[in-house]
Each structure stands twice: as C-alpha cells, then as structure tokens.
C-alpha cells in the first residue's frame, strides 16, 4: 500500500521561509514523475512544482518561480518543497503527489496523479 505524507508546514511571515517534506513508503519517488500542488480555500488545488522524471527537469508555477524549490533525496526517499519570501497568497493546503497516470497527459492537472498525501497546512500572514 502506498503512503505519502507531508510534513513541515506551519505559520510564517510575509517574507519568511519554510521547507516541506515529503516521505513515501510502499512507493519510489526516484523513478517517478512528481510534484507539490496547493489549495487555497474556496479554490481549486494548482501546481506549484512539478519534476518531469523522463526528461530530468523541473517546472515551477509562474507565482512562486525564483521562490520555491523541489528537490529530493533519492537516497531517503524524500521530496521537499523550499518556499522562500513567502508571501499571503501562498497560505493553504499542500500536497505532494507521485506517479502520473499517462505520459501524455497535463502534468499541472491534479487528477494525473496517482498518490497524494493528506496535506500540510501553510498560512503566511503580511
């Protein structure tokens, strides 16, 4: 059974920085597509972050570009999402999600994802 589970979230000023994390069990992330999407209240779940595992490249949200970074460590098995300068419309609820479905498909589409954590709450105040 697959499990991924966030970790790292909290409260931060405007301006502040904090790391997530990601951990999986039953799952590899090194030979998968993956990525960090949030949701706001009363909006649908975007992508913030998305690592393209065929051509080794990661994509980055045009609104928070030059502010966050995925990276990993394949050795632990664990993804990370660094916000830096954080801002109060990056508040709301982040996933990070593993495996797309198809090849082919939107990789910024939530429902190409195959696992999901349960989420980590973020809120930055100004």
């Known amino acids: 059974q697959v499990q991924l589970m966030e970790s790292g979230g909290g409260s931060a000023q405007a301006g502040g920085s904090l790391r997530l994390s990601c951990a999986a069990s039953?799952?590899?992330?090194?030979?998968?597509?993956v990525g960090w999407f949030r949701q706001a209240a009363g909006k649908e779940r975007e992508g913030v972050a998305i690592?393209?595992?065929?051509?080794?490249?990661?994509y980055y949200a045009d609104s928070v570009k030059g502010r966050f970074t995925l990276s990993q460590d394949n050795a632990k098995n664990l993804l990370y999402l660094e916000m830096n300068n954080l801002k109060p419309e990056d508040t709301g609820t982040y996933y990070c999600?593993?495996?797309?479905?198809?090849?082919?498909?939107?990789?910024?589409?939530?429902?190409?994802?195959?696992?999901w954590g349960q989420g980590t709450q973020v809120t930055v105040s100004s």
């Open positions: 690592f393209y595992a065929l051509n080794g490249r990661t």
């Open positions: 039953g799952h590899t992330f090194a030979t998968n597509s």
């Open positions: 999600a593993s495996q797309r479905k198809s090849l082919n498909s939107d990789q910024w589409s939530p429902n190409e994802y195959r696992y």
